[in-house]
């Protein structure tokens, strides 16, 4: 295929893909505002005034970012493995693996979806935030990069978790019993300054603390941890998830008998 | 050019089936193929394996002069394919899905929107374009795989029952659209088991078996084989058993009919001889079903006693 088809082609299953969330938003977009505007009163207005400053900010400023990445990042996760699932169980990824589409096209649609998805729940969070805090910007490049970057990473995981999936039970196991804790345990709720030495190291392998620190950082210009090292880790990431992702399509795993 | 040359191809199933067992086929561009066989022959497998749907375990396959292992964009782009199953996002609407597949194969928006069109009021779905798939009737869903097949204008049509539980009439015009895309050069390949459509559709036949092909000639050839016809006659009074017709074979349908066996050389006059003589008066005489049919179960029959043969 030309350059011009391929194009194309992405742009095809990018419109699809953002269609398919768009007619479903009720189940897409508006649980994601619901739950945070939970978070936001009972963290943020009753319990939040108690527990008084994290990193010397209120504690519902502190833990705004945090609730817009976690948003964020389940949405991107679950529109690409639910709609790589769905495709599977109808049968319609057939459509694309009959055409000459490429696989590292199809990889990249179906992120794009994804992507799609977490952003404008990201949006949709931070306004209603908007609503309970006075949200500020520190830094917008950091910000607007790294919830893109995450929003990719959890895209790619999603595809693959869909390219396994056999049933309808596996595109939630890892997200209920994997990105959940990882998430909470993340820093979302509390600077890991609070925790002890063996768990602040013990919080450090874990990626999306990487994420949401750098998210913050964008916000209030404070983080755990440093900048470069999270850049660094989340493009690893993306780098061996996309890697993986292709290789299992060349392969035909899940899709091809 | 070939359309399509098949050699050697094998698939056995992760589990163990062996659902093809060394194929061998071979389409002239231009050509409408039939490819019959009984449920389970192999037929879908060996079509998903000419698509990229399915891995196969050996062999090997051209497609215009492009081999599926080294340049499998070049094979895709040539086919279009209707599958035995629908296989559409049942809540896509219509005029979506046709699109959708044109996108896929890199056709700017403006020129599929024009090919949808024209394909989707040929097809007669042009009132359904704006409503999901999930809503259409099981013939419509069914034109609807052709219109999204044909929409990147593959050079080989490959249908697998493409009629399976559409009723006469829109089966008929289908028959038409399919023999007027034919004849502007579209190479068409057809699975059915209704056997008076591929008679009346296709110019070649290929007859396939547990996996192997039983049967690989024309279409005119292969009714020229017919040696037998089968008749119903009708009967005024009924009967209880079966006359004695020395000469034919006889079977009894129910008490007004019954069905005789006319070898082509033996004509049918000396049976009303023998029908008048022992006082039956036949009222009407028709010819039994589909004589390709009476054919395809011959070779079918034939080709599982070689296999146990061969097995034993
Ligand atoms: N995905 C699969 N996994 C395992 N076995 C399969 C699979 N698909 C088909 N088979 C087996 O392969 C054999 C051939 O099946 P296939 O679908 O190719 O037959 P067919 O000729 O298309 O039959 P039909 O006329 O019923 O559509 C059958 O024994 C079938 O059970
Ligand atoms: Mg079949």
């Known amino acids: 295929m030309s350059p011009r088809e391929i194009l194309t082609a992405f742009q095809t299953i990018v419109v699809k893909e953002v269609l398919r969330f768009l007619r479903i938003w009720m189940q897409t977009i ?22 008084g400053d994290m990193d010397g900010f209120d504690y519902m400023d502190f833990i705004v970012p945090g609730l817009i990445m976690m948003a964020v990042i389940t949405n991107a996760y679950s529109n690409v493995v639910s709609s790589f699932f769905g495709s599977k169980f109808q049968r319609h990824i057939e459509e694309m693996i009959i055409s000459p589409v490429p696989n590292s096209v199809i990889i990249l649609g179906f992120v794009a979806g994804g992507v799609v998805r977490g952003l404008l729940v990201g949006l949709v969070v931070t306004l209603v935030a908007m609503l309970f805090s006075d949200l500020s910007l520190y830094n917008a490049w950091v910000t ?16 693959i978790n869909g390219v396994y ?72 990431f993306i780098a061996i998830l996309f890697l993986v992702a292709l290789r299992l399509l060349r392969r035909g795993v899940g899709v091809r008998t | 050019m070939k359309a399509l040359s098949v050699s050697g191809l094998h698939k056995t199933y992760t589990g163990g089936v062996q659902a093809l067992n060394g194929i061998d086929l071979s389409v002239d561009e231009g050509d409408f193929f039939a490819l019959l066989g009984p449920n389970g022959a192999g037929k879908s497998t060996a079509i998903g394996i000419i698509t990229s749907l399915v891995n196969k375990s050996a062999g090997s396959i051209r497609v215009f002069d492009h ?9 895709k782009a040539c086919i279009g394919l209707v599958p035995q199953e629908f296989n559409f996002n049942t809540f896509e609407p219509t005029r979506e899905i046709v699109l959708n597949q044109a996108g896929y194969y890199g056709i700017p928006r403006r020129e599929a929107s ?31 795989m052709i219109a999204r097949a044909l929409v990147h204008r593959p050079r080989l049509l490959i249908l697998d ?18 023999r007027e895309i034919n004849r502007e050069g579209t190479t068409i390949i057809l699975t059915t088991h209704y056997l008076e459509e591929a008679e009346s559709l296709c110019r070649n036949i290929a007859i396939i078996d547990h996996g192997q092909i039983i049967e690989d000639t024309s279409m005119k050839s292969l009714l020229a084989k017919l040696q ?3 008749f119903i006659l009708d009967l005024h009074q009924p009967i209880d058993v079966l006359p004695d017709l020395p000469g034919y074979r006889a079977h009894w349908v129910d008490e007004l009919s019954m069905e005789v066996e006319v070898d082509k050389a033996q004509g049918i006059n000396e049976l009303f001889a023998m029908l008048t003589s022992r006082g039956i008066e036949v009222t009407s005489l028709r010819n039994k079903s589909n004589r390709l049919e009476e054919l395809f179960m011959h070779l079918v029959e034939q080709g599982a006693t070689r296999s146990t043969e061969s097995a034993a």
């Open chain 1, 165 to 236: 999936a056999r049933s309808f039970d596996d595109i939630s196991i890892v997200p209920t019993f994997i990105l959940t804790p990882l998430t909470y345990l993340g820093g979302v709720f509390y600077s890991i300054n609070l925790l002890s030495d063996f768990w602040q190291g013990l919080s450090k392998l874990n990626p999306i603390l990487y994420m949401v620190n750098t998210f913050r950082y964008g916000f209030l210009g404070v983080s755990d941890i440093s900048l470069g090292t999270a850049y660094t880790i989340i493009v690893i």
């Open chain 1, 144 to 159: 607007v990069s790294v919830v893109f970057l995450t929003s990719v990473l959890f895209s790619l995981g999603g595809l």
């Open chain 2, 228 to 230: 037998v016809e089968h």
């Open chain 2, 114 to 144: 024009v090919r949808a069109e024209l394909l989707l009021r040929e097809l007669d779905l042009w009132d359904k374009r704006r409503e999901v798939a999930r809503n259409l009737s099981g013939g419509m869903k069914r034109r609807l």
């Open chain 1, 30 to 51: 508006l649980p994601p505002a619901i739950t945070t505007c939970l978070y936001f009163i009972i963290f943020g207005n009753l319990i939040g005034p108690r527990i």
């Open chain 2, 67 to 75: 081999d599926l292992d080294t340049d499998p964009t070049a094979v």
């Open chain 2, 161 to 178: 029952e493409p009629t399976a539980g559409v009723d006469i009439e829109i089966r008929r015009s289908m028959w038409r659209f399919l």
